[in-house]
């Protein structure tokens, strides 16, 4: 199975930042590697697939890099209502697998 | 728009049985393949299983297979698990999903559920 890990595990802070998170393979995916948001009490929401393709209707302050193993998710200026959870998922290969997530706090 | 509602949720004892259910709308349930993926309670996420357009290719993780069965209705536009021999490391809330493929460029969920939570107790 790929293992999925992020970083960092939790962070803080404020509207307007920018906020960077990483998510790591344990083996090559190649592009396969999508982004999730994810509040409490809401179903998660797709903002980038395919590594670095921005889902429709997400805002352009939401971007992702990376191929291989290593990717990242970029916020370009926090915005309130980005204070979530954020998830990587590889669909590489069965099992999919989700990283640990993200938790973007209020600072 | 799409929209998919999970349902049969509830409270079950260890050993025993549940099946849920998915009702989708807004888009053409038989184009696409759909999966099931939990989150336990102060836990991540968890994909647990999915299903081809015609029912034909079905995949399952470690932790479930050979208890829980995936299956689909295209006339009904309808999803389900039938999920057996449940266990407290179970508990969870339970989402449907569509998954987008196109091959070579693209699979994700592409759209969620809400949810339906199932527990799991002696």
């Known amino acids: 199975d790929i293992q999925m890990t992020q970083s960092p595990s939790s962070l803080s802070a404020s509207v307007g930042d920018r906020v960077t998170i990483t998510c790591r393979a344990s083996?090559?995916?190649?592009?396969?590697l999508n982004w999730y948001q994810h509040k409490p009490g809401k179903a998660p929401k797709v903002l980038v697939y395919s590594a670095s393709s921005l889902q429709s209707g997400v805002p352009s302050r939401f971007s992702g890099s990376g191929s291989g193993t290593d990717f990242t998710l970029t916020i370009s200026s926090l915005q309130p209502e980005d204070f979530a959870t954020y998830y990587c998922q590889q669909s590489f290969s069965t099992p999919f697998t989700f990283g640990p997530g993200t938790r973007v706090d209020i600072k | 728009q799409v929209h998919l509602v999970e349902s049969g949720g509830g409270l079950v004892k260890t050993g025993g049985s549940l099946r849920l259910s998915c009702a989708a709308s807004?888009?053409?349930?038989?184009?696409?393949?759909m999966s099931w993926i939990r989150q336990a309670p102060g836990k991540g996420l968890e994909w647990i299983s999915y299903?081809?357009?015609?029912?034909?290719?079905?995949y399952y993780a470690d932790s479930v297979r050979g208890r829980f069965t995936i299956s689909r209705d295209n006339v009904n536009s309808s999803l389900s698990l039938q999920m057996n021999s449940l266990r407290a490391e179970d508990t969870a809330l339970y989402y449907c999903?569509?998954?987008?493929?196109?091959?070579?460029?693209?699979?994700?969920?592409?759209?969620w559920g809400q949810g339906t939570l199932v527990t799991v107790s002696s």
């Open positions: 999903a569509k998954y987008d493929i196109l091959t070579g460029y693209y699979e994700y969920f592409d759209h």
């Open positions: 083996r090559s995916i190649s592009f396969y």
């Open positions: 299903i081809d357009s015609s029912g034909n290719i079905i």
């Open positions: 807004g888009f053409t349930f038989s184009d696409y393949y």
